[in-house]
C-alpha cells in the first residue's frame, strides 16, 4: 500500500492573545484521508490552535506547512484557496442560503462559480431553503449550512470547531456518516476540535490531547479512547 502522505504539519507551534501565551510548542501531523481530532477541556486552547492553523491568529513561534509548503503567515483567505477551509459553525444571518455558499465558491480554488450539486446531496434540506434567511434556519440547519459553505470551496483539509455542538445525537451520527464519505469518496482530511465523545469514536483516526495549550497525549484514535483514566484528564483538565 503507498504511504499516506503528510497534508499538514506543525512545528513547535507557540501562539496567544498579546502577552498571554496560550500554546506552548505544539508539533502535529495529518495525513491525507486522515481525521485528527484534538480534545482537551474548557480553555486548553483547542480553538486557538485551531484559529492559528487557519491564519486567524499570528504564531509567536514555530511553522505550519501545508503539502510541503510553508504557510505559518499567510493570512485566511490566502490558506483558504490553497485548500484550507474552516467552518466556524456560523454563517452571515442576514444572508439567504444560496448567498452564504456563493460566499464559499468566491474562496474555491475552482473556476467555476456555481455551487456543486453534491452539496444539496449531502444537505438536502439546504436546498429547499436557498432563499431563506441564514437567520432564520434552526441551529442544526445552521450547522450544516456553515459545513457546507467550508465544502463548496473544494477544500483538501476540512477544519472544523466542534461541529457537533448543539446537534441531536441523531444529527451527529448522520454528519459523522457524511465526513466518512467525504474522507473515502474526496480524499479530504480531517482536523477538529470535538468534545463529543459519540462524534469522536465514530470518526477520529488519531487524537491529540490539549491541557494548558500543551500536547499531553497523542495516539491512535482507538489507544487513546482505551485509556479511561487518561480521558477523564483530558475532560476534566486535571
Ligand atoms: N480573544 C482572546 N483574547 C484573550 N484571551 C483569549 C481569547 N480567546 C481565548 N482566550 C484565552 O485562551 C485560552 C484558551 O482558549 P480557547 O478558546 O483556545 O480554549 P478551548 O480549548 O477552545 O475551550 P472551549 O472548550 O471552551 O472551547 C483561555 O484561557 C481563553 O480565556
Ligand atoms: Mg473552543
Given at each position: ?45 483547542k480553538?486557538t ?8 491568529i499570528?504564531?509567536y ?49 475552482n ?18 431553503r436557498?432563499?431563506q ?17 467550508a ?13 457537533s455542538?448543539?446537534?441531536?445525537p ?13 474522507k ?29 495549550g ?25
Amino acid at each position: 500500500m503507498r504511504k499516506l502522505s503528510e497534508v499538514l504539519k506543525v512545528e513547535n507551534l507557540d501562539a496567544g492573545y498579546g502577552a498571554l501565551k496560550v500554546l506552548s510548542d505544539i508539533n502535529l501531523v495529518i495525513k491525507e484521508r486522515q481525521a485528527v481530532v484534538i480534545i482537551g477541556s474548557n480553555g486548553s486552547g483547542k480553538t486557538t490552535l485551531l484559529h492559528t492553523i487557519t491564519g486567524l491568529i499570528r504564531p509567536y513561534r514555530g511553522r505550519i506547512i501545508y503539502k510541503g509548503e510553508e504557510i505559518t503567515h499567510l493570512p485566511p483567505h490566502k490558506k483558504a484557496t490553497k485548500g484550507i477551509a474552516f467552518s466556524r459553525g456560523t454563517v452571515f444571518d442576514s444572508l439567504t442560503v444560496s448567498e452564504n455558499l456563493d460566499i464559499g465558491t468566491y474562496l474555491s480554488r475552482n473556476v467555476k462559480k456555481t455551487t456543486p450539486t453534491n452539496v444539496f446531496e449531502l444537505f438536502p434540506v439546504l436546498r429547499s431553503r436557498l432563499n431563506q434567511k441564514a437567520g432564520s434556519l434552526s441551529g442544526g440547519e445552521r450547522v450544516m449550512l456553515s459545513i457546507a459553505k467550508a465544502l463548496v470551496s473544494n477544500p483538501d483539509l476540512l477544519i472544523l470547531d466542534e461541529p457537533s455542538a448543539g446537534l441531536m445525537p441523531k444529527v451527529t451520527l448522520t454528519l459523522i456518516d457524511l465526513f466518512e464519505k467525504l474522507k473515502n469518496e474526496q480524499k479530504l482530511s480531517f482536523l477538529m476540535a470535538e468534545q463529543n465523545v459519540r462524534m469522536i469514536k465514530g470518526f477520529a483516526d488519531y487524537i491529540y490531547v490539549l491541557s494548558h495549550g500543551r500536547t499531553v497525549y497523542s495516539g491512535g484514535a482507538q489507544e487513546i479512547l482505551a485509556d479511561e483514566q487518561m480521558l477523564r484528564k483530558a475532560y476534566l483538565g486535571i
